[in-house]
């Protein structure tokens, strides 16, 4: 009797410590989980930022230079991108994270116009003055 009571606790202690461990990777793994979450929509943000301070920097760029000064560039549209707005001077980029909107915007010195897709990937867009606004399309 006294040899199965010790194989007993000794299971015990055994399950006990593969529990401890399965804890400690279960901790560790959604710490990671959340770290790379939080990278990889940083890098939306950051994608979506550069892209709309592109094609502004752009198109103030061909606004002073007048009718019919056009410039080419190539931007990237990231993942999750709800809308693509041009509101008079303002692009605006409406981003889903974690199910939240989120706009990153600019403001041009004229008045933008255009219609960019949301779809994920690189775009060649041309963005063209027309003296009183600024087109910006897809190529």
Known sequence: ???SSQKAQAAMEYLMTIGFALLILLGLTVFAY?????ARQS???STASASVNNIVESANLVHSQ????KATLV???PENVESINFNNNTLVMSVLIVKRKTDVTA???TKLVGNLSTV????????QSFGNYVNVTRT
Do not use: H
């Open 120 to 127: 994920r990937g690189f775009y060649k867009v041309t963005i």
């Open 34 to 38: 959340n770290y790379t979450l939080s």
């Open 66 to 69: 007048g009718y019919p000064a």
């Open 43 to 45: 890098a939306v943000v």
């Open 75 to 77: 931007i990237q549209i």
């Open 1 to 3: 009797m006294q040899k």
């Open 107 to 109: 403001t041009a010195k």
